[in-house]
């Protein structure tokens, strides 16, 4: 089979970025370069070490040189999604995530093996954790401003965050919605129905949809998913 090519970031607005093709092709990560810090959406890793969070933040302070990784957003616990915090924390990152995140990661943190980088090593950094409180979290400066919003329970998982850009009109999620990268959307899943629901009942105003898993959708392709779903239920 052809080699992926290299994980390689592209502008979506001013200050927002997504890095796309870590995991072999497969995981895309989205950041925002606030005044003074970046934040980063998803760490893209098995719980084994695979080098995607180091080649992340290569490309992260290759194209914002300067500014320090603040904030690691983690959308939800599965390990392809949240592996690579590691490296994060060792940066002196703080995680952001939700409450029942919080203790599987403070479990994993703990774990000790051979096939892990040594977190002896990692410096002086602690593990730190914030959590969403009351499904909601904003960050902003006088340029920027990132809603979090925790749209679980959906089947995929119980708690589940999506992040949300007012100015920019961009959401970010993982799962919920993967467009192909040869351009076709699949059927509406019951997740898809789910985050579809949560996204009207938050009443955003979305015109790019961007996932951690193939390429930016718009909402009208979230519509069009849905009514294939529809249409197939009939039959």
Do not use: C, W
């Not at 989205?30 to 084994?48: K, S």
Request: net charge neutral; proline share 6%; hydrophobic share 40%.
């Amino acid at each position: 089979p052809a080699t992926p090519p290299p994980p390689a970031v592209s502008k979506l607005a001013e200050d927002v970025y997504l890095l796309q093709g870590l995991a072999g092709g497969t995981h895309n990560v989205l950041f925002v370069a606030f005044n003074d810090y970046v934040m980063v959406l998803e760490a893209p890793e098995q719980i084994l070490f695979g080098n995607n969070s180091l080649q992340a933040q290569a490309k992260i302070r290759e194209t914002v040189p300067g500014k320090p990784i603040k904030y690691l957003v983690l959308t939800h616990h599965h390990s392809d999604h949240a592996g690579g915090f590691r490296e994060y924390v060792k940066e002196g990152a703080t995680i952001v995530t939700t409450a029942g995140n919080k203790s599987f990661l403070e479990r994993v943190a703990a774990t000790e093996s051979s096939l892990l980088p040594n977190s002896k090593s990692a410096g002086s950094h602690k593990l730190v954790i914030e959590t969403i409180e009351n499904k909601k979290r904003v960050f902003q400066d006088d340029k920027h401003l990132v809603e979090l919003y925790d749209i679980g329970p959906n089947p995929h998982a119980n708690e589940i965050i999506v992040a949300y850009l007012p100015k920019e009109k961009i959401l970010f999620q993982g799962d919920l919605l993967n467009a192909a990268a040869n351009g076709t959307i699949p059927i509406a899943q019951n997740v898809t129905i789910s985050f579809a629901e949560k996204l009207q009942q938050l009443g955003l105003d979305v015109e790019k949809i961007v996932g951690v898993h193939g390429r930016p959708a718009t909402p009208q392709e979230l519509r069009t998913a849905i009514e294939k779903r529809r249409a197939s239920e009939l039959k």
